[in-house]
T-cell receptor, first 114, second 115 residues
């Protein structure tokens, strides 16, 4: 079956702009989580959505937001971009079964803010 | 909340030598444990997991890990590494007491296999 698909793979934006990243989870997975990965900070949890509702949230400013659609696809938005937002953004989905299968990750979107 | 500690940020090892990547977490109560591997410019891939039962679990690519409840550790081992094992390795804990069995990741260990 198809894996987790993230689009676009690469993105270059200017400081102050906003950006929207997209994630299509594995078919049947209702939980989608987003992570920011940088060399200095490692994997930082942004938020998790389950059945269109935000279930958990990390410690990021309000400029970072997300949503999930009825087909479980998710988008993440970052407004007023800062240089420090340059990172690899990873999306991951989980199925039912109390998380026993762990996450399946997409290949990520590499965002560069200039 | 759980905390996951990977004590070694970088581990260099010669090809065909054994390796152990260490992972400690804060509480063994109601957890699932995972190891993931990340190759350059890719997402994370599941290596192995511990849910319950036998404390020694085997994963892909010849890796194994042992769950130690009393020491709250879940160290990853491989008896003989290959060049292709060069990658970033992440330990993760799913806390079943948290909403949605929330995941917590360690900061990662960069394994470099030296020819």
């Amino acid at each position: 079956k198809a894996g987790v698909t993230q689009t676009p793979r690469y993105l270059i934006k200017t400081r102050g702009q906003q950006v929207t990243l997209s994630c299509s989870p594995i078919s049947g997975h209702r939980s989608v989580s987003w992570y920011q990965q940088t060399p200095g900070q490692g994997l930082q949890f942004l938020f998790e959505y389950f059945s269109e509702t935000q279930r958990n949230k990390g410690n990021f400013p309000g400029r970072f937001s997300g949503r999930q659609f009825s087909n479980s696809r998710s988008e993440m938005n970052v407004s007023t971009l800062e240089l420090g937002d340059s990172a690899l953004y990873l999306c991951a989905s989980r199925g039912q079964g109390l998380g026993k299968d762990g996450y399946t990750f997409g290949s990520g979107t590499r965002l560069t803010v200039v | 909340a759980q905390s996951v500690t990977q004590l070694d940020s970088q581990v260099p090892v010669f090809e065909e030598a054994p390796v152990e990547l260490r992972c400690n977490y804060s509480s063994s109560v109601s957890v699932y444990l995972f190891w993931y591997v990340q190759y350059p410019n890719q997402g994370l891939q599941l290596l192995l997991k511990y849910l319950s039962g036998s404390t020694l679990v085997k994963g892909i690519n010849g890796f194994e890990a042992e769950f130690n409840k009393s020491q709250t550790s879940f160290h990853l081992r491989k008896p003989s590494v290959h060049i292709s094992d060069t990658a970033e390795y992440f330990c993760a804990v799913s806390d079943l007491r948290r909403t949605g069995n929330q995941f917590y990741f360690g900061t990662g260990t960069s394994l470099t296999v030296i020819p």
